[in-house]
Each structure stands twice: as C-alpha cells, then as structure tokens.
C-alpha cells in the first residue's frame, strides 16, 4: 500500500479557485492511478474525477466536468486538482485515493485513501 496526504484545502467564496494536492509515498507512483473523492456532511462519498497512471486520461463527474482539472507529477509523486468557478455545493471533504486496477469510478476498486481536506465554499 501507499500512503496519501492530501493539503490545499480552505474557506473559499463561490467562484473562487482553490488547487488541492495528494503526496504519495511507499510505493512506485506511477504504477498506480489515482482519483479525488469528495464527502460533504451527512451525505455518502462520491466520485469527483480520476486519472491514469501516465496521466493520459482523466475522468470526471457531470457536476464537476468544465470545472475542474485533475493532473499529475509522477517525477513529484503528487496529484492536483485544480478547482475553478467553486459552488457551495462543492463544500465538503476532499480525499485521494490510489488503485492497481479497477474502474476509475468505483470507489471500491481503491485500495488506499488519504485522511482528506475540507473544502468550503461560502455563498
């Protein structure tokens, strides 16, 4: 397994920007592929966007897609993911999250996770 910790997170006003990252350690980065999750209160975990492992493709939720950009550094071990146009709907805490194989939007295919960031978006 590979250990992930995210950073980056903040208080925001809708239509700010904020740009999250996930360093990861104990294993070979780029033999994993990588994903951003997001959890507001009350509410289950969902898929936000995720990415290859040579960061050739990228995946993203509807709600998200035209807002927000997912990349990486394999030389860097770190992900991003750039977050535009922010909404309070976007509020919530942000977790990355590694797996050897899989569906990218799955999120039982993910076998590590990182502890998360809080995002808040005022109106």
């Known amino acids: 397994q590979v250990q992930l910790v995210e950073s980056g997170g903040g208080l925001v006003q809708a239509g700010g920007s904020l740009r999250l990252s996930c360093v990861v350690s104990?294993?070979?980065?780029?033999?994993?592929?990588m994903g951003w999750f997001r959890q507001a209160s009350g509410k289950e975990r969902e898929f936000v966007a995720a990415i290859s492992r040579s960061g050739g493709f990228t995946y993203y939720a509807d709600s998200v897609k035209g807002r927000f950009i997912i990349s990486r550094d394999n030389a860097k071990n770190t992900m991003y993911l750039q977050m535009n146009s922010l909404k309070p709907e976007d509020t919530a805490v942000y977790l990355c999250a590694a797996r050897r194989g899989g569906s990218p939007f799955e999120i039982n295919d993910y076998d590590s996770w990182g502890q998360g960031t809080q995002v808040t978006v005022s109106s």
């Open positions: 104990g294993r070979t980065f780029g033999n994993y592929a």
